[in-house]
């Protein structure tokens, strides 16, 4: 692995939210790591910790509960609020170990621990949440935009919404989307700046950060 690692010319990330593979990660080198649960484990801590001199990014996510129950009736008070304060509290938390924010993305966590209402709340005050540090937002073939679409359908048929939310999303302040049809998606954004399109993917000077 470390081997294709070094041969690759893109950043490679990983997902995992054990500390042990965490460490394995950083040892062959990812750019990457992305732990869904938001870093939130001593151990995760512990991690972090020895990370300061690295140059690995991470990506902090928020899920309501964990993978397993996590769908099970979300409920927030303000889901906005809410999500925004375990984000602003878990990037000054990263900043206290030495890790500075061009090496940290914020993910709302779409779809983990909340209801279609609650990624739609959470959709339109991307601009908001981008104040934190640069936001990665993953909608890509999500039961979403079935929904909207008043529709059942597969997750590879859900292209066309795939590519409204990524757009939309970077038209908001996001300075990543996760995506499945890579293709497409570059495609789309090719065309988009053609047409005179460049208020994407600009997320927020470093000034303007809260």
């Given at each position: ?46 991690f ?41 509290r ?38 908001r949440l ?40 970077a ?19 090719t ?20």
């Open positions: 692995m470390t081997k294709i690692l070094k041969l690759l010319k893109i950043p490679v990330s990983i997902d995992t939210m054990k500390p042990e593979i965490m460490i394995r990660a950083a040892e062959m080198g990812v750019d990457l790591i992305n732990d869904v649960s938001g870093f939130r484990s001593k151990e995760a801590l512990d972090l910790k020895a990370m300061k001199k690295t140059r690995i990014g991470f990506c902090i996510m928020h899920m309501q509960g964990n993978p397993q129950n996590m769908q099970d009736s979300p409920r927030y008070g303000d889901v906005v609020s809410e999500v925004e304060f375990f984000l602003q878990k990037v000054e938390e990263f900043r206290r170990f030495g890790i500075s924010d061009d090496r940290i993305l914020i993910d709302p966590g779409f779809g983990f621990g909340k209801t279609s209402q609650h990624n739609l709340s959470l959709l339109k005050e991307i601009p981008s104040r934190i540090c640069p936001l990665l937002v993953g909608l890509s073939r999500k039961r979403i935009i079935s929904e909207l679409c008043k529709r059942k359908s597969k997750p590879a048929d859900r292209l066309g919404g795939s590519l409204a939310m990524a757009l939309w999303s038209m908001q302040g996001a300075s990543v989307v996760r995506v499945h049809d890579v293709k497409e998606t570059k495609e789309m954004i065309v988009y700046k053609a047409l005179g399109g460049d208020n994407i993917f600009s997320g927020v000077d470093n000034e303007k950060r809260t």
